[in-house]
């Protein structure tokens, strides 16, 4: 659906369809360094457990909110930290998530990008908007690889933090179709806060506007105004088709035609053809027909004339038939089958999480080897010489899933280990 987002002066509440967030998961809880208390043993082993991983801001499509108006209040939105991990092997406790409800219909852009990473299309859609830190490790995970006793624990990972822009691509409900000058354009300017261009020429609307309006009964209805249709404009005439892709995915039609033209029902014959001929499936969703302006002579005349079920008789200048008609439509739509078969909740990440570049491990006679360009290359960087940066090293070989791979391929305390050319006996602490 095109967007509803015009600024001009408006008369009514003006529909809050775009909003710019800036969200930040937590990061995650830091790892333990501690030692298990052992009688007459000063040290026990590492027993410190993992930080609990950061919150993340999750966007959810609920059909309950019809506009980003929570959003033109408050921009900013934090998850909650990870609490650090305790010592026997306790697990720091994981971040609140922070969930926003948004629209069906919210489309979320990266600022920093322009591109759209989630589409919020259909009730229950969620994406991650900030995925929350990983909890640091504890000490409990550090006694392997190397004989020093691990004093040392993980910090947790950041939370991700993005800029964004949340835009409402509204579902409309109803769509306003007919030809050129009968007013649909008035007609959605009566029901709706929109102020779409009127004009008493043909093709006045050239872009499709939505608007949502309210039912007598306090019921609320997206409606879509867009340009006319000419006989001939499923072969190319005016401005052809192409635009009724804007009303196919709304459960209901209303054919508006221009009472105070010469031959309205003839209108509506044409206008009727034309969608036949581009969609028999949209020709054949459930309608309602307007003639409008009543408020004229020649209309007039034709209601006391016709007595054809299911045609109403309105006004959009006076207002004269409005109600009933949003009330006519609200009710075609509960009543109407979804457009759409139902789609399952769908989650959408906003960074697909690379796959690990996981080491290979292979046993040879003598130990096991670690290969893979991430773990040489750490050997190549690691001064095993300095303290700090052995400790460092431990850290990488579990952050890069050498350890649980060495334990996964069988390792045993005392088994030599290779990688690159550095060599080491597997020790735990
Ligand atoms: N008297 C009277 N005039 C109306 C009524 N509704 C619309 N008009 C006039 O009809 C002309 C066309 O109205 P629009 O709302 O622009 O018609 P439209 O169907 O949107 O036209 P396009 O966008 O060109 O397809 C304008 O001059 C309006 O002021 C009505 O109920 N009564
Ligand atoms: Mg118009």
New binding site residues.
Partial sequence: MAGASRSRPTSGPRLVDSARIHVRAGDGGRGSASFRREPFIPRGGPDGGDGGRGGSVIAVASPQESSLQAFSSRSSWQAGHGRPGAKARKEGAAGADVRLTVPVGTQVIDQATDEVVADLDHPGAEAVLARGGAGGRGNVHFKSSVKQAPDFAERGRPGEARALRLELKLIADAG?V?????????????ISAAR???????????DPELGVATTPAGDRLVVA?????IEGASRGAGLGTRFLRHVERTRVLVY?V???SGDPFGQLDQVRAEVRAYSPGLAGRPSLTAV?????AP?AALRRRTRRAGVRF?????G?GVPELVAAIHGAVVEAPPPRPAVAPAVQKLTPRRAAATPAVRKLSWGYEVTGQRARDLVARADLESRHSFDWFQVQLHRLGITAALEEAGVEPGDTVKIGDLEFEYQPG
């Fill in positions: 306003l007919g030809p050129p000058n009968a007013g649909k354009s008035s007609l959605l300017a009566a779409p261009k009127v004009a008493d020429y043909p093709f006045t609307t050239l105004d867009i340009p006319g249709l508006v221009d009472g105070a409008n302006k009543v408020d004229l209309a309105v006004s959009a200048k006076t004269e």
